[in-house]
């Protein structure tokens, strides 16, 4: 089955700091690739979506993802992070058609 | 306001008790799915439901049930055969079929047990 890994749990930047968030994915054919994220409690919101096309995404809050092939990779990144942006984030890759397949996500802690 | 409504927020269980969550979506979604969330395991997928009358078995059904008579709704009933039930549990319903599953999520409903 698609599978996705965030290899990193925890990552912490300082207010104002560029992000990246990282994930590989496993999956032979062209995936459809998805970020997510959650605030403490609550569900899960869509940050951004891949299905074909430029393979750089545009997302809500200032974010944007990368799609590299070559690298099995959908890498999120933003320019400058807020405080506001602390969250739990997952990569998902769509699975066969039926559901999705998340990462074990990653836990963003901005400092001031 | 379209959206996924899962309720109660929170649940409190005995050991040895059947409870069952509620999920209502006004989507119009043709697929729902529950999923099941504990710290850094990610979301597991428990069900999931592409039409009515019609339900498959994800990663981790053991000791879940759940049903599909309408369109709207999806109650996972979590049952005493499942071992350790304490958990957040997430509804989501999309679209479906290839490049349709973007997925649109409840605000879940955390299960503990007593």
């Known amino acids: 089955a698609q599978s996705v890994t965030q290899p990193d749990i925890h990552i912490t930047v300082s207010e104002g700091a560029s992000l990246e968030l990282r994930c590989n994915y496993s999956?032979?054919?062209?995936?459809?690739l998805f970020w997510y994220v959650q605030s403490p409690g609550q569900g899960l919101q869509l940050l951004l979506k891949?299905?074909?096309?430029?393979?750089l995404v545009q997302g809500i809050k200032g974010f944007e993802a990368e799609f590299k092939r070559s690298q099995s990779s959908f890498n999120l990144r933003k320019p400058s992070v807020h405080w506001s942006d602390a969250a739990e984030y997952f990569c998902?890759?769509?699975?066969?058609?039926?559901?999705?397949?998340f990462g074990k996500g990653t836990s963003l802690l901005v400092t001031p | 306001d379209g959206g996924i409504t899962q309720s109660p927020k929170y649940l409190f269980r005995k050991e040895g008790q059947n409870v069952t969550l509620s999920c209502e979506q006004n989507?119009?979604?043709?697929?729902m799915y529950w999923y099941r969330q504990d710290p850094g395991q990610g979301l597991r997928l428990i069900y999931y439901?592409?039409?009515?009358?019609?339900?498959q078995k994800g990663d981790i059904a053991e000791g879940y049930s759940v049903s599909r008579e309408k369109k709207e709704s999806f109650p996972l009933t979590v049952t005493s055969a499942q071992k350790n039930p304490t958990a957040f549990y997430l509804c989501?319903?999309?679209?479906?079929?290839?490049?349709?599953?973007?997925?649109?999520f409840g605000q879940g409903t955390r299960l503990t047990v007593v």
């Open positions: 999956y032979g054919a062209t995936p459809y």
């Open positions: 998902a890759v769509e699975n066969s058609g039926y559901a999705l397949n």
């Open positions: 891949y299905f074909s096309g430029d393979t």
């Open positions: 439901s592409q039409i009515v009358n019609d339900f």
């Open positions: 989507l119009n979604h043709d697929a």
């Open positions: 989501a319903s999309s679209n479906q079929g290839r490049g349709n599953t973007e997925a649109f």
